[in-house]
């Protein structure tokens, strides 16, 4: 049996969350199987009765994929609650190269790539910059205030 790995992150507004990360990861939208127009098109065919579904679900993509194959699907499911507590699981986007890279230029990528995300709805949380350490990344928060590592 073949495991495979999915991130699902709880969310208030799918679309939004699904633009955001497509930009922080190189990510596109999953398109849906079989020839379907819509998730929910695809997941009428498949049985799923409608009032499962909530208000708008499947219309447009809630899921994203690495076009490249590597990285795990990543599934924004709409929850009607809001964030209310720190995140126990983040992500960490890793642009920097690692220590084998002077830190002036790891810095530069973190930095590069922070504005990047802010322009796209982000917002800084903490800097974690340590350079008796060697260490440089920025914590941010997604459109929705979930937290994530730049480094």
Known sequence: ???TLQVTVDCADPRRLVAFWCEALGYVPEPPPGGHSTWRAYWADMGVAEEELA???????ESIVDPAGRG???WFQQVPEAKSVKNRVHLDV???GGRGVPLDV???RVTDTVRRLTGAGATVF????????EFYAVVLQDPEG???CVG
């Open 1 to 3: 049996m073949e495991t």
């Open 55 to 61: 208000d708008g679900a499947g219309e447009s993509p």
């Open 72 to 74: 795990p699907r990543v």
């Open 94 to 96: 890793k642009v920097s």
């Open 106 to 108: 790891r810095t530069r």
């Open 126 to 133: 903490r800097v974690l910059d340590r350079p008796d350490m």
């Open 146 to 148: 979930n937290e994530f």
